[in-house]
């Protein structure tokens, strides 16, 4: 299983509370990204890092910020958490993005 | 609208029965991949496929890559239950490398 751990697993929040969600890996992955999944919207692209300190905006970044000051580390942020931002957070690793991507188990976050 | 628009949405089909999933955009992909996840899971890769008009197969399943590099097909030959999962294709448009997209899915059930 290629090594990439989310953390926390589960999380509930109150609205309004900052939120901070781990993505590490031991793969030395170039590429990383921060997916929200919600029904009938598949997987949505918050944010990805294409090395340390490179990241870019997905489709859905509005609210979310990330960093990524290790290879290894990358940092998804809710600043004010907010009812619509409850969903299952997805990491996920690639060295490229026409290689085989990784995912870790998923964040379930309720923001209550 | 996403960049990959998946149809259909849910497929519900009886054993030994044949399926087929769309994944079609307007732009330009250098390569698709196809993803299979089950409840409580990160998606796991299915398929990459480079080359325009590349077919590939997997066992039972057959996927396509459109000439033009905008579309691609699975076809799945007499499912099984062991088929059923969320179907995700996937891509890095050629002029946003690195951003990995999924389109929204199609839920496949296959009963016995």
């Known amino acids: 299983d290629a090594g990439i751990t989310q953390s926390p697993r589960h999380k509930v929040t109150e609205t309004g509370t900052p939120v901070t969600l781990r993505c590490h890996q031991t793969?030395?992955?170039?590429?990383m990204y921060w997916y929200r999944q919600d029904p009938g919207h598949g997987l949505r692209l918050i944010h990805y890092?294409?090395?340390?300190?490179?990241?870019d905006k997905g489709e859905v970044s509005d609210g979310y910020s990330v960093s990524r000051s290790k290879t290894e580390d990358f940092l998804l942020t809710l600043e004010s958490a907010t009812s619509s931002q409850t969903s299952v957070y997805f990491c996920?690793?690639?060295?490229?993005?026409?290689?085989?991507?990784?995912f870790g188990q998923g964040t379930r976050l309720t923001v209550v | 609208t996403q960049l990959l628009e998946q149809s259909p949405q849910f497929l519900s089909i009886q054993e030994g029965e044949n399926l087929t999933v769309y994944c079609n955009s307007s732009?330009?992909?250098?390569?698709l991949q196809w993803y299979r996840q089950e409840p409580g899971e990160g998606p796991v890769l299915l398929v990459t496929v480079v080359t325009g008009g590349e077919v590939k197969k997997l066992k039972r399943l057959t996927f396509q890559f459109g000439d033009a590099r905008k579309d691609s097909s699975l076809h799945i030959t007499a499912a099984q239950p062991g088929d059923t999962g969320l179907y995700l294709c996937a891509g890095s448009r050629t002029d946003s490398w690195g951003k990995l997209q999924f389109g929204a899915g199609t839920q496949v059930v296959v009963t016995p």
């Open positions: 890092s294409y090395g340390v300190k490179d990241t």
């Open positions: 793969e030395n992955h170039r590429y």
């Open positions: 732009s330009v992909f250098s390569s």
């Open positions: 996920a690793i690639t060295p490229r993005p026409d290689f085989e991507a990784f």
